[in-house]
Structure formats: C-alpha cells, structure tokens
C-alpha cells in the first residue's frame, strides 16, 4: 500500500477512543510513563492499555504482556521503546488493527544510515498496512477537547492549555511545545497540537490538511524547518484557504542565497529560502520570525474571524505622546503598513476636541485623550470614520496599570465596539492580564509590543489578501525534449526560447568576416558580435564581446579580433562561429531567469539586471509557471519597481513586455524542468512602454550538470 492521502487517518492520532502505551512504566518522569500519568490526570475518557511484559500493573492501571492481550482495539498506540524494538511493536499493533501509533523513540534517521535503515522499517509497514504513524523522534500530540494525551511535553506538568481555536502543527517537538507553554501563559485556547518529528509517514502537510478539516480549529500555526514532500504541502496550504482557515507559519533553518557556486546569474539570486517565501506567497501563508510573532498574528486572526480582517494596508495610528508615535509609525513603515493622511475632516474634528493635538498621521492626541471617555471616543470615531482607515492601531503602552486610565480605556473601548461592531482596532498594550482578557473579549485584537503590534497587523492585513488569491496555475505538462543545439551555447538556446514566446532580436552565425559584414549590413547598424561556443557561457571573460560595430570594415575587423582574443585566452574552447545581431541601446536591464529547487521544482527569477544584480538581491521568486497577472506582481514587488514605472521623469518602462516575456520563460521551464536546471537571461532589456523587451543574451543548464 502506497502513503495514504493527505490528511487520512489522523483522527485514530487526534481523536482516539482508546490508548495503548506500549513501554509503558511505573516512573511517571519517564516518557514510557508520563503518558499514562497525564491521561489519568487530565480525565481522558477513553480507554488507557499500558503496555509492559514485566509488570501486571502500571500506575493503577492493569498492564498488559502485549498489545494482543489487550481486549478489544484501541484506535492509536503509543511506542516508547528502543529504537531496534520499535518496528516489531509497530507490526504488532498494525496487526492488532490498531489505527494510529505515536513514536517517541529517538534513533532512527537522526543518526544516520543504521538509523534511517530502521527507519524504512516503520515507513514500509504504514505503507503496507495503513496504519498512520506519528513519528518517530517525535513530541507527539495533543487534543485539548478530548483531553487525548499521546505526548510528554511538560507544558503539561503543571496545567492543560485551555481550549480554543487555534491548531500547533510542528515538525521540531521543542519548537512546537514551547508555543503550547507561550499560548498558555497568555490565555490563548488551542484546539490540537501536533509534532511530526522524522515524518517516516505523517508529515506536517498531512497535518495541516486534517486541522483545516477540523471543525474545532479556526486559525493554524505551523513551526516549518524542511519539506520532503512539495506538492503535498502546496496542497495542503490550498485545502486550508479553500477552507477559510489562516495559516501563520514559522519556517526556521533559512539558507543563504545561492550557497553553492552556479554557472549563472540566477543559481546565485534563488536561494532555497526565498522559494519557501514564494510558495507561501502564493498559497497565502503569512510567514513570521519568531514563535512570539507566531501567536502575536494567530491569536488577532482568532479574535477578528477571518470576515473581520483588514479590507487594505491603509492604517491610522493613535498615540498619547509624539515620541511614541513616531517609534510606532517607523515599525508601521518598516512591516510595509501605508499611513495615509487623515482627511481634512477628521483632522478638523480631532482638533474640535483637542486643540493642541497633531491630526496627522501618527496622530498624536496628547494624554488628554485620555482625560475623560468622551474624548476619547470622540477622537476614535472620527478616526474610524475616515475612508483612509481599514484599521487602527492604537497605542495605550501601560496606562491600563493604572485604575483611573483603565476606567476611561474601557468605558470608551466598549461604547467604540458597539457603534462600531465591524471596525479593525488593534492596541498596543502591556497590562495586566485580566484587561488584556476584558479588551479580547470585546473583540479587540491585543499585542505587547510597538514592534511586535505593527507586525501583527501586517500578518493581519496579508491574510486578509490572501483571501483574494486566485487558485494557483494548473501545471504545465512536460514538453518535447529539446534538440541538442539548445543546450550548447547562446544560439540555440535563443532559437528555443524564441519559439516558446521569449523575445529575442533577430540574429546570425557566421563563420567569416565577409559573412559577418553581411549579415550587420542586412540587419542595419550598428551591431554587436559574440563568440559562439558552448565552452564559454561567460563570454566577456575571454573578450568574446564587441558592441556597437557602426560599419562593415569595424564589423570585419572585430570578427577576427574576437577569434584571435579567444584562442589566445581558451585555446581549448569549442568554437561554433561568431554571432552578429543588431545593437540595442537605452531601456533598463533586467536579469531574468528560472531555477529547479531542489524541494519545490522550476522556480522563475527576476529583478534589475546589471554587473550588481547579485549584490543587490532585489529579486522576485515564483514557482513555475505564472501567469502575466503573477508576473506583473513579481515586478511590483521589487524595490527598484518605482525605476520601471518612471520614477523622476524617467520613461516608463514596458512592463507589459516584461510580464509576457517572465510568463513564457516559467512555462518553458516548467516543462523542461527534467531537462534544465537553469535558465540565465541577462539582461531582458525593458525598452520604454509600447516598445517591448528583448532577450539580449541567454543560457540554458542542462539538468545533469545542474542538478
């Protein structure tokens, strides 16, 4: 039997009416035993089965020899044995029909060949049997409603988090158990929590894809360090905006870009972890920095609903000191928040009632804002009844400290509510813990932090985006295979990018000076001359280059120049002829090009071009294939886009061009991406708006060398 569909069976894992505990021991601190302990604690109903050759009895429970001597099936079996016991005891719950098991046991592919070895045992028997296994080296899982414990964190040592709807899915146990320990500090209900540890079967996409089936989750958090499985995860990410469920993710261990030396431009500006940010991009996954920032966004999502989120980026923000504000609209800025002026209206109506005040945005009412709730609330309508507003970011520090502050916050907060049901309002507070609960309930979503506040309305407003997404392209089915010339020098790889809707300008190779003078004569001058060869896809480095050839003697002489520099400087080099094509001058350089990721498979690259670009790093990433709609956004996205759209007086760029020419390029290396590991164009020349854009050189890997 093959792995089974995503999502499948994990309700024997989250959702057991019974529980065998296979190693299970008298000593509650160990993991054979605080399983047992925290299942009697907590008042799981279900049935609990220890497990223990060796003993009759476990922690007051009967014990069992094995888990055949159990009477009856109980849906999920937890293993905490050496890691050499673990596949026999997996094969005998498979054959007791048992659905489920959680594999705590460490030792299997974390510690190399022997240990993965081990490790295909337990894969190949989920496969053949069905049963879905949690695991190994895992935390394990939890289900609060349920009180189901299959896992020894010890956040669980002194108390249950309490129930709510937010789901913790985790690849790394201690990453996931510490924001379990940091959602109950803060009073933050979670429905399920899950760590999938080596995933030899369950893996953080079969996760994901159950809690957006689950009726008891509203919002999920993921800790990412890895994929195995790309078109899983993608999946996964879709069922859930399908299903109107955010997700937040934490993805840990980011890489360098371009960490190994390529043969272009593009292996060094796709780096492994800005496709990670491209995926969750497209699938509307809010990507954050921190386990605090993970809860900070999730937590507000809850509170809001997924109706109630931000309908723009467009942000007001309210403070009591002119310091304050400032810090707040730099962290604003800086989590790509627009602060648009208030209108003449709403400033003429907050100086009414304070006349001292700064209407603008940051708008610094002064702490008579606080003084008396009419205030107050005279100040926040008007605010919030400015069409410049989707959200307000107000920042109340720690005035809730005080009784006569938090009198007036709340007394204003809570009329503010009333007539304004449907208002986005996050405040920025540190306070005690009972008004951060009173404002929550109020539906107010509450972040400690100026920083940290700023951030989690951005995650807000992206999710809110995300909503809007279109599905993502169907895939391209895989092409012809390429004739050979494609891959051998610039040329070819010209002729099959052309053909595939890059453009490219019309071009010649010669074998002669005469033949060379010609065709610069039939094409027009000026022009430029390269070498063509398979053996030098850095062609200046060796002087294969000339530019702006104005007649038939320079283009004759340059010819042979070329030949001469090259044998001289690579007398080995394969030499096919020399390339004349005509010699375009102005417009922006732009580097684009595509990449086969090692996880998610051809990815498309672009941004400004130039002997910096990979200094610069201002570059898009998509997974391939995009459309021109995706491809429009890509350019929009750069910093450098206000050059492209005519910044200071500059023509506009045509940026119509650029999107049909990235859009082609992801189609055509989508197709062949078991045959292209790369593809360098640089530079896509972008001419002014209505004038196009043109490949001006090019570069295809082959796959073998790439990979």
């Given at each position: 039997?093959?792995?089974?569909?995503?999502?499948?069976?994990?309700?024997?894992?989250?959702?057991?009416?019974?529980?065998?505990?296979?190693?299970?021991?008298?000593?509650?601190?160990?993991?054979?035993?605080?399983?047992?302990?925290?299942?009697?604690?907590?008042?799981?109903?279900?049935?609990?089965?220890?497990?223990?050759?060796?003993?009759?009895?476990?922690?007051?429970?009967?014990?069992?020899?094995?888990?055949?001597?159990?009477?009856?099936?109980?849906d999920l079996a937890i293993i905490a044995v050496a890691a050499e016991a673990a596949p026999g005891a997996l094969e005998a719950c498979a054959a007791k029909g048992i659905r489920g098991a959680v594999i705590f046991s460490s030792g299997f592919s974390?510690?190399?060949?022997?240990?993965?070895?081990?490790?295909?045992?337990?894969?190949?028997?989920?496969?053949?049997?069905?049963?879905?296994?949690?695991?190994?080296?895992?935390?394990?899982?939890?289900?609060?409603?349920?009180?189901?414990?299959?896992?020894?964190?010890?956040?669980?040592?002194?108390?249950?988090?309490?129930?709510?709807?937010?789901?913790?899915?985790?690849?790394?146990?201690?990453?996931?158990?510490?924001?379990?320990?940091?959602?109950?500090?803060?009073?933050?209900?979670?429905?399920?929590?899950?760590?999938?540890?080596?995933?030899?079967?369950?893996?953080?996409?079969?996760?994901?894809?159950?809690?957006?089936?689950?009726?008891s989750t509203k919002v999920i958090l993921c800790c990412i360090e890895t994929c195995r499985d790309a078109p899983r995860l993608i999946a996964a990410f879709e069922e859930a905006r399908r299903a109107g469920k955010p997700v937040i993710a934490l993805?840990?261990?980011?890489?360098?870009?371009?960490?190994?030396?390529?043969?272009?431009?593009?292996?060094?500006?796709?780096?492994?972890?800005?496709?990670?940010?491209?995926?969750?991009?497209?699938?509307?996954?809010?990507?954050?920095?921190?386990?605090?920032?993970?809860?900070?966004?999730?937590?507000?999502?809850?509170?809001?609903?997924?109706?109630?989120?931000?309908?723009?980026?467009?942000?007001?923000?309210?403070?009591?000191?002119?310091?304050?504000?400032?810090?707040?609209?730099?962290?604003?800025?800086?989590?790509?928040?627009?602060?648009?002026?208030?209108?003449?209206?709403?400033?003429?109506?907050?100086?009414?009632?304070?006349?001292?005040?700064?209407?603008?945005?940051?708008?610094?009412?002064?702490?008579?804002?606080?003084?008396?709730?009419?205030?107050?609330?005279?100040?926040?309508?008007?605010?919030?009844?400015?069409?410049?507003?989707?959200?307000?970011?107000?920042?109340?520090?720690?005035?809730?400290?005080?009784?006569?502050?938090?009198?007036?916050?709340?007394?204003?907060?809570?009329?503010?509510?009333?007539?304004?049901?449907?208002?986005?309002?996050?405040?920025?507070?540190?306070?005690?813990?009972?008004?951060?609960?009173?404002?929550?309930?109020?539906?107010?979503?509450?972040?400690?932090?100026?920083?940290?506040?700023?951030?989690?309305?951005?995650?807000?407003?992206?999710?809110?985006?995300?909503?809007?997404?279109?599905?993502?392209?169907?895939?391209?089915?895989?092409?012809?295979?390429?004739?050979?010339?494609?891959?051998?020098?610039?040329?070819?790889?010209?002729?099959?990018?052309?053909?595939?809707?890059?453009?490219?300008?019309?071009?010649?190779?010669?074998?002669?000076?005469?033949?060379?003078?010609?065709?610069?004569?039939?094409?027009?001058?000026?022009?430029?001359?390269?070498?063509?060869?398979?053996?030098?896809?850095?062609?200046?480095?060796?002087?294969?280059?000339?530019?702006?050839?104005?007649?038939?003697?320079s283009v004759a002489e340059a010819h042979d120049a070329i030949l001469a520099r090259v044998r001289e400087k690579a007398p080995k080099a394969r030499i096919d002829g020399i390339l004349v094509t005509p010699m375009l001058k102005g417009g922006i350089?732009?580097?684009?090009?595509?990449?086969?990721?090692?996880?998610?498979?051809?990815?498309?690259?672009?941004?400004?071009?130039?002997?910096?670009?990979?200094?610069?790093?201002?570059?898009?990433?998509?997974?391939?294939?995009?459309?021109?709609?995706?491809?429009?956004?890509?350019?929009?996205?750069?910093?450098?886009?206000?050059?492209?759209?005519?910044?200071?007086?500059?023509?506009?760029?045509?940026?119509?061009?650029?999107?049909?020419?990235?859009?082609?390029?992801?189609?055509?290396?989508?197709?062949?991406?078991?045959?292209?590991?790369?593809?360098?164009?640089?530079?896509?020349?972008?001419?002014?708006?209505?004038?196009?854009?043109?490949?001006?050189?090019?570069?295809?890997?082959?796959?073998?060398?790439?990979?």
């Open positions: 039997m093959s792995k089974a569909p995503i999502g499948a069976g994990l309700e024997a894992i989250l959702q057991p009416k019974g529980i065998a505990i296979i190693g299970a021991s008298q000593d509650e601190t160990k993991i054979g035993g605080r399983p047992v302990q925290l299942l009697r604690r907590f008042g799981y109903e279900g049935g609990i089965y220890p497990v223990n050759p060796r003993a009759t009895e476990v922690q007051g429970l009967p014990a069992y020899a094995s888990v055949d001597a159990i009477s009856g099936t109980p974390e510690m190399g060949e022997a240990g993965e070895a081990l490790q295909q045992k337990l894969r190949d028997t989920a496969h053949r049997t069905g049963i879905r296994v949690l695991g190994p080296n895992c935390l394990g899982a939890l289900s609060i409603e349920e009180k189901s414990i299959a896992t020894f964190s010890i956040v669980l040592e002194s108390s249950m988090p309490p129930a709510g709807p937010l789901g913790i899915i985790s690849q790394s146990g201690n990453l996931g158990s510490y924001t379990m320990l940091l959602a109950r500090e803060r009073g933050i209900g979670i429905s399920r929590f899950m760590t999938t540890g080596n995933e030899c079967d369950v893996d953080i996409a079969d996760g994901i894809a159950w809690l957006a089936r689950d009726p993805k840990i261990g980011a890489s360098e870009a371009g960490q190994a030396a390529a043969a272009s431009h593009t292996g060094a500006l796709a780096g492994s972890d800005a496709v990670f940010d491209a995926v969750f991009q497209r699938a509307g996954v809010w990507r954050v920095d921190s386990v605090e920032a993970l809860l900070d966004v999730g937590h507000a999502a809850r509170v809001l609903g997924v109706e109630g989120l931000p309908s723009g980026k467009r942000v007001m923000l309210l403070t009591a000191s002119g310091g304050f504000g400032v810090l707040l609209a730099d962290a604003a800025s800086a989590a790509g928040l627009e602060l648009p002026m208030p209108s003449e209206e709403t400033q003429k109506r907050i100086l009414e009632v304070v006349p001292y005040a700064s209407p603008r945005n940051p708008i610094d009412a002064t702490a008579q804002m606080s003084s008396r709730p009419e205030i107050l609330e005279k100040i926040l309508a008007a605010i919030l009844e400015d069409d410049n507003c989707d959200a307000l970011l107000v920042l109340l520090s720690a005035s809730l400290y005080l009784p006569r502050l938090r009198s007036v916050y709340m007394q204003t907060l809570t009329s503010i509510r009333q007539r304004f049901p449907d208002k986005v309002v996050m405040l920025c507070v540190h306070g005690p813990q009972d008004a951060v609960e009173e404002l929550t309930a109020l539906r107010y979503a509450v972040v400690d932090g100026v920083g940290p506040s700023a951030k989690a309305l951005a995650g807000l407003c992206g999710l809110a985006a995300a909503r809007h997404l279109p599905p993502p392209p169907a895939p391209v089915a895989p092409a012809a295979p390429l004739p050979a010339e494609a891959l051998k020098n610039e040329y070819g790889a010209k002729q099959v990018l052309a053909a595939a809707g890059v453009p490219v300008l019309p071009e010649k190779v010669v074998g002669s000076a005469r033949e060379a003078a010609e065709a610069a004569a039939a094409m027009g001058f000026p022009v430029v001359l390269k070498i063509v060869s398979e053996d030098l896809p850095h062609k200046t480095e060796v002087g294969g280059v000339v530019l702006n050839l104005a007649d038939a003697a350089e732009m580097i684009l090009g595509a990449k086969r990721d090692p996880v998610f498979g051809p990815v498309v690259v672009v941004g400004l071009g130039g002997i910096f670009a990979e200094i610069i790093q201002d570059v898009a990433v998509r997974p391939a294939p995009v459309d021109e709609a995706e491809a429009m956004a890509m350019l929009r996205s750069l910093k450098a886009f206000p050059v492209l759209d005519g910044a200071r007086g500059r023509a506009k760029a045509d940026l119509k061009a650029a999107a049909g020419a990235i859009a082609a390029l992801s189609r055509f290396a989508a197709g062949h991406a078991d045959e292209v590991a790369e593809i360098d164009i640089n530079p896509l020349l972008l001419l002014p708006e209505g004038q196009g854009a043109m490949a001006l050189d090019a570069l295809l890997v082959p796959a073998k060398t790439g990979a």
